[in-house]
């Protein structure tokens, strides 16, 4: 089954610093999301992203989010200024040309902020 | 408000036994609703989800769940546990097949496997 690529696996950075966590979405899907998941609580939407821009996004997804297609295949998620609240797993997911086929999760990268 | 309720945080049960996970949720009308499944270092992965029909929903890994309106569940079973079946499962209900930006998603339930 054709699968969504996340690197690094677990990033760890200092409060205040930028970090980007990249995505390799499935090669045909045109729908992209990125999801949260701090330790103990739900998996929570962030923002989902079709055309190169943004179609949707949760109060989560504030000024200090951003996400880009750079090219054809990346999709990144970029916190400007990391905060200790920042610490969680974020997961990034795609799915086919219409949107409405089921959505596939990368195995996300586990987001330390000290 | 939508919210999904997944009551237990961690079961344990016996390679070969019977499992349920329970799964329920608070919609307005008939929701869409899935169990996805996470292994450790995995991706989420969908099971199975409910848009219409039969109620009695069959997935991969042979899993099944089954909708009971009346009871606003969506309990996912599985009559012979596997040890690769250790993981953490979610169950998550949408609005609308298109609607995943409004999914939301249960805290989960950890699964354990006793040899």
């Known amino acids: 089954e054709p699968e969504v690529t996340q690197t690094p696996s677990h990033q760890v950075t200092q409060m205040g610093q930028e970090v980007i966590l990249r995505c390799v979405p499935i090669s045909n899907h045109l729908y992209f999301y990125w999801y949260r998941q701090i330790l103990g609580q739900k998996v929570e939407f962030l923002v989902s992203?079709?055309?190169?821009?943004?179609?949707?996004k949760s109060e989560i997804f504030d000024d200090q989010f951003s996400v880009e297609r750079p090219d054809g295949s990346n999709f990144t998620l970029k916190i400007r200024s990391t905060k200790l609240e920042d610490s969680a797993m974020y997961f990034c997911?795609?799915?086919?040309?219409?949107?409405?086929?089921?959505?596939?999760f990368g195995s996300g990268t586990q987001l330390s902020v000290l | 408000a939508q919210s999904v309720t997944q009551p237990d945080i961690h079961i344990t049960v016996s390679e070969g036994a019977s499992l349920e996970l329970r799964c329920n949720y608070s919609y307005g009308a008939t929701p869409y609703l899935f169990w996805y499944v996470q292994s450790p270092g995995q991706g989420l992965q969908l099971l199975l989800k409910?848009?219409?029909?039969?109620?009695l929903v069959q997935g991969i890994k042979g899993f099944e769940a089954e909708f009971k309106r009346s009871q606003s569940s969506f309990n996912l079973r599985k009559p012979s546990v596997h040890w690769s079946d250790a993981a953490e499962y979610f169950c998550?209900?949408?609005?609308?097949?298109?609607?995943?930006?409004?999914?939301?998603f249960g805290s989960g339930t950890r699964l354990s496997i006793r040899p």
């Open positions: 998550a209900v949408a609005p609308g097949y298109s609607s995943a930006s409004k999914i939301i």
């Open positions: 997911a795609s799915s086919g040309p219409s949107g409405n086929e089921k959505l596939f």
């Open positions: 992203f079709y055309n190169n821009e943004i179609s949707e």
């Open positions: 409910y848009f219409s029909g039969d109620t």
